[in-house]
């Protein structure tokens, strides 16, 4: 089950974001984000949750500011990510965006699955992130150095009339 996250579920985000980031802060393409302030969309089964995204509606898009799952493989990504592009046509949003990392070769297979493409890559970005966020590792996935961002987006058709 998917829904948007309620007041009350501060507390199960925070524990989510200190478990998946080390904490709530993220940083991505310069901007610092209390993670745990953001609209969240929270996947839950049998009263366990499963997975959290958080997000930022602007005039840029929805942009996936963070997504986890407890468990990989298992589905909750995907409802996460579909949720996501329901939020973003519920809110008129053109495209649906986020960044990742180069040594994240997982997520950029997963995302690009799920249909969106490297529409932008920043060298050095996650080098001068560290100036804001000096927790963030030198080394990530499969023992390769993180220096870069990559932006990657997919356009958010509107729901045609009567469609639903």
Sequence with gaps: MIRPAQPGDHPAIVEALQRFWGGVIAV???VVYDASTLPA???YQDDQLTGLLTYQLSAE???VVTIDAVERARGVGTALLEAAVETARAASARRLWLVTTNDNLDALRFYQRRGLRITAVAPGAVDRSRLLKPSIPLTGAYG???HDELTLEMIVSPREAGCG
């Design 61 to 63: 898009g929805l942009e």
């Design 41 to 43: 969309l929270m996947s």
């Design 28 to 30: 991505g393409h310069g």
């Design 144 to 146: 390769i150095e993180i």
